[in-house]
């Protein structure tokens, strides 16, 4: 088996498909790539079982066809220090003794066979299928996956949920004290109009993927589950992964409906006010204090260990009765910082419950809410 193919468009390749591999894996194969030639196709598969990650690339000129593990280490560290150049690699099929030659030497691997690499898991007769926009989904999964969870007794909230209807996708991730709740109307779905809702969770390892690899495609994702493993198809890339089994929470029973307190503000003016004043916050509770009167909002943190506080006050829309909440100030930032639109909605009942923040206008084909639980305040 051999081929030619340039250093730099298969490093690349190589380097996207190599975030799947574990630093430690339980079967040895699994440190290396699979190499599988056909005709002028290359393609390229990296994997830790749970996850595999596959691209395909078009090579220069080609001899026989075969399949063929390489250590990804080695190979990534060797091509990493070549210009662009077309490199030509040559496996012997008998010993799968490799020696990839360049315009000045020549370099000596030794493969193993691409037989003990494992085989793909094939969905069940009954898979369902659902198409959507790149745009849509790499938005989808970039506003949730900072929420997932990392929660060793409820797997269920390490992933994103994916909440499918006849006529629209939700997008769900939660840790308990956080949640965000994203909605766009997809395409096309085999989900029939009487059926309610299908769903499952994606991981965050393979959603983590996703969010890396969407930004270089464009299309349409074509998506097929079953009740095991789900299939994203992308016009340069196929992200193979095991769902996380069990049930997720009811999202929606934890959305507060009726909230009479609705504050409009800058998102950036609050954003910045919260990074200032959460720096003297007591660094074991994290706790910020939002006092909200009318057309302004009271910002105030203190740490009594360290006799250090601060306070500011920013103008926002509200003429609503007083009402003053606490948030544990990294989570907010890090919702604030998630939210797009210029202005946003806090929307509020009590200092008990918890707290909407919505962006005041969505983008198009999008509709997002992410909810905050408060903290107890003991004045």
């Known amino acids: ?28 194969i699994l440190d290396n790539f699979l190499f599988h030639l056909e005709g002028s196709k290359l393609t390229l598969t990296a994997s830790d079982i749970e996850t595999t990650l596959i691209t395909s690339m078009e090579v220069d000129s080609s001899e026989g066809n075969g399949k063929v593990a390489v250590a990804s280490r080695l190979l990534l560290d060797t091509l990493r220090e070549f210009s662009d150049q077309p490199l030509t690699f040559s496996i012997n099929d008998s010993n799968l003794a490799m020696v990839i030659t360049s315009s000045n030497g020549s370099y000596n691997f030794i493969g193993q066979s691409g037989d003990e690499y494992p085989r793909l898991p094939e969905l069940q007769s009954d898979a ?13 999964i970039s506003k949730t996956l900072f929420c997932t969870a990392d929660d060793e007794l409820r797997p269920v909230m390490n992933g994103i949920f994916f909440d499918i209807t006849y006529n629209n996708l939700t997008l769900v991730a939660t840790d308990a004290h956080k949640l965000v709740r994203f909605r766009t109307v997809q395409t096309s779905t085999s989900v029939q109009e009487d059926e309610g809702s299908v ?4 991981p965050k390892k393979p959603a983590t993927m996703l969010k890396n690899i969407l930004p270089k ?7 097929h589950f079953d009740k ?22 009811n999202y929606n029973a934890v959305i507060p409906n009726n909230n009479p307190n609705k504050i409009i503000i800058d998102r950036s003016t609050l954003l910045n006010a919260m990074k200032r004043v959460s720096v003297f916050a007591n660094q074991g509770s994290n706790l ?9 909002i009271h910002i105030s943190a203190q740490d009594i260990d360290f006799s250090i506080s601060a306070e500011e006050t ?3 829309q509200y003429d609503g009765d007083p009402i003053k909440i606490g948030f544990k100030s990294p989570f907010l930032i890090e919702i604030l910082g ?12 009590d200092s008990s419950r918890a707290g909407l923040i919505l962006p005041f206008i969505n983008e198009e084909n999008e509709n997002i809410l992410m909810l905050l639980m408060p903290m107890l305040l003991n004045d």
């Open 1 to 28: 088996m051999k081929f030619i193919v340039s250093s730099t468009e298969l490093l690349s390749h190589l380097q996207a498909i190599s975030r799947v591999i574990n630093s430690k894996n339980s079967l040895p």
């Open 288 to 296: 910020v204090k939002l006092y909200f009167a009318e057309n302004s």
């Open 128 to 140: 369902r299928t659902l198409d959507l926009s790149v745009a849509n989904l790499l938005s989808g």
């Open 217 to 223: 495609e464009s299309g349409e994702v074509q998506i």
């Open 314 to 316: 920013i103008s926002c």
């Open 199 to 202: 769903t499952f969770i994606l």
């Open 338 to 349: 998630n939210i797009n639109s210029s202005d946003i909605i806090l929307e509020l009942s």
């Open 228 to 249: 095991k493993n789900a299939h994203f198809k992308l016009a340069n890339y196929t992200i193979i992964c095991r769902q996380i089994e069990g049930r997720f929470p």
